[in-house]
């Protein structure tokens, strides 16, 4: 899976551009992730953030410009000069290795959380059940949840869905982790026990693309903080420069709203 | 009123009630399997994507929902012959009109049990890299099916009581039998009355199991 040559990023996004009819969402977006990077995205509501998340693994097409995981075009390949969508197939495998974590969860219902966290590993990697369940069990252990592996998602409070929700994205062991405001629908008591899982993820090296309002977890855990506004990204940088002294007006006007 | 009630007569001609009954009971179940072999691929033309597909199928189920389920009946037993020169017996076409009938509610049924699934579920089931169709077997139809299954049994009472509709093609059904038996012994009151609360014997359960299930489910998910 890293037989990429150290230099090569994980991803690399070059004038990504995505509109909704006249709207332009996604304005000319550039960055690149190293690998072991740990990337926070903020910004105001309607920046942007949430759907350039979403193009990163195709769950959004995009139109202009290119994302690139590990060395290979997301989503669409060039034929004849032109555009097409992907084979399903190259879109599949390219997920399998991307993980994501929402905001409103998207457990599955209708299964117990063990159910949930080895359903990828058997009906997409096709590991045999006695395997995927022995990695779901000390996923669950890491989480902190392991006496709800055979409640159903319901029956937990958000935080403990949530952590679900992230054992199951990592049962696939992917090699990019996506959070999708994971704290943003939770009751600011159970928010804690989502970050602390989302540290201990970064201190063991996971790749990390987070788009949060937490900028507590911006400051200890980014490696680099990206604001965007209106599409664009504004600024970029290590936290410690981005919060004690933004270089753009934009910034700091927003950094003086979030931070109280 | 003075009328001299004799319930006697049913017990006197159970039998004309039985046959009758199975009739029922066939013209039931042959029309709601048709119903449903119909109505589910029906309704994922009507939820899809392409034009080409759901524009015929939006088309049938609006047309079928907008004309009386009778006028059907007539139309597939006298006009279609004459169209056609294909000539069905009276128990085909009622099954053939009542299922045609059915599969169009069914489908509307399947469209806004899978449409109630969150869209979250897709994009979660996606992102774990699962392919659309794999998506819809183990993440939305399973959901799906859950929200159906009360309004499936809704629709299951309401086609018993279409049956009775197959009397005016002289299907022998229970309310044709009814009619019959009737002309005979001229005991409307009886008969009928009989008749109602047969029906509202088998009908009610169903009812109530359907609003049982919607209970059920609505705590499981």
């Not at chain 1, 599949?92 to 117990?112: A, D, E, S």
């Not at chain 1, 159970?190 to 400051?219: D, N, P, Q, Y």
């Not at chain 2, 039998?177 to 009908?203: M, Q, S």
């Amino acid at each position: 899976m890293t037989g990429q040559p150290p230099s090569e990023p994980v991803l690399r996004v070059e004038q990504l551009r995505k509109s909704y009819g006249r709207l332009d969402v996604l304005r000319g977006i550039d960055f690149s992730v190293a690998a072991h990077e740990r990337v926070v995205v903020i910004g105001p509501s309607g920046s942007g953030k949430s759907t350039l998340l979403k193009c990163l693994n195709f769950l959004e097409p995009y139109e202009g410009g290119r994302v690139v995981f590990d060395g290979e075009l997301v989503g669409w390949v060039e034929r004849g000069g032109r555009r097409v969508r992907a084979p399903e197939k190259t879109i599949k495998r390219m997920r399998q290795r991307i993980g994501m974590v929402f905001q409103n969860f998207n457990l599955f219902p209708h299964m117990t959380i063990l159910e949930n966290v080895v359903e990828g590993p058997i009906q997409v990697l096709r590991q045999p059940r006695a395997e995927a369940v022995a990695i779901a069990d000390e996923l669950l252990r890491k989480v902190g949840l392991t006496d709800k592996r055979d409640a159903y998602p319901s029956t937990l409070s958000g935080g403990q869905q949530q952590r679900a929700a992230i054992a199951r994205a990592l049962a696939m062991r992917p090699r990019l982790m996506l959070f999708d405001e994971p704290t943003s629908s939770l009751d600011p008591e159970l928010v804690g026990e989502v970050l602390e899982v989302m540290k201990a993820l970064a201190i063991e090296g996971m790749t990390m693309i987070c788009v949060t309002h937490e900028m507590s977890f911006a400051r200890d855990v980014a490696s680099r903080v990206i604001f965007m506004d209106e599409g664009m990204i504004v600024e970029e940088g290590p936290p410690e420069t981005v919060f004690t002294a933004p270089q753009q007006e934009r910034t700091r006007a927003f950094l003086a709203r979030v931070i109280h | 009123m003075s009328y001299q009630w004799h319930f006697g007569v049913i017990g006197d001609y159970w039998f004309v009630f039985l046959r009758g009954g199975l009739a029922t009971i066939w013209i039931t179940l042959g029309s709601a399997a048709l119903a449903l072999v119909l109505g589910l691929p029906l309704g994922l033309l009507r939820g899809s994507q392409r034009r080409l597909l759901r524009l015929p199928a939006t088309a049938y189920i609006e047309f079928v929902r907008g004309t009386p389920a009778l006028v059907q009946i007539v139309w597939i037993y006298y006009c279609l012959p004459l169209l056609t020169g294909l000539r069905l017996d009276p128990v085909t076409t009622i099954v053939l009109a009542i299922g045609l009938h059915a599969a169009a509610f069914v489908a509307e049924i399947f469209r806004a049990g899978v449409n109630a699934v969150d869209r979250g579920q897709l994009m979660a089931a996606y992102s774990i890299g699962m392919g659309h169709l794999q998506a819809l077997r183990r993440i939305i139809l399973p959901q799906a099916v859950r929200k159906m299954i009360p309004p499936f049994i809704n629709e299951f009472a309401s086609l018993i009581k279409l049956t009775t509709l197959g009397s005016v093609i002289a299907v022998y059904e229970l309310l044709h039998a009814a009619n019959g038996l009737i002309a005979t012994v001229y005991r409307p009151l009886e008969i009928y009355t009989f008749l109602a609360l047969a029906f509202f014997v088998v009908i009610y359960p169903i009812i109530c199991l359907s609003q049982w299930a919607e209970r059920y489910f609505a705590r499981r998910i």
